[in-house]
């Protein structure tokens, strides 16, 4: 499973995180766009490693990341 391009134990945190922000009422809109956004740094770090899991993650790919958005204007 880990040479997957997304790990499925990511796809459960993301859930779970998603309902929780939903459970805590936030707006609509703010669930949106923290979805999106997951989604997006997901594919960037498939995009940049081959796969991604949450044992793989490094601060490096964050700060790439916000690099990377930056650069693109999202």
Do not use: A, R
Request: hydrophobic share 40%; proline share 3%; charged share 20%.
């Amino acid at each position: 499973m880990e040479n997957m391009p997304l790990d499925e134990s990511v796809k459960k945190w993301m859930n779970l995180f998603i309902n929780q922000i939903k459970g805590l009422n936030y707006s609509k809109n703010t669930i949106f766009t923290y979805n999106q956004q997951l989604l997006v740094f997901f594919d960037y770090c498939v995009e940049n490693t081959g796969y991604f899991s949450l044992k793989t993650i490094k601060p490096m790919h964050i700060t790439n990341f916000f690099t990377y958005i930056d650069d693109i204007n999202i």
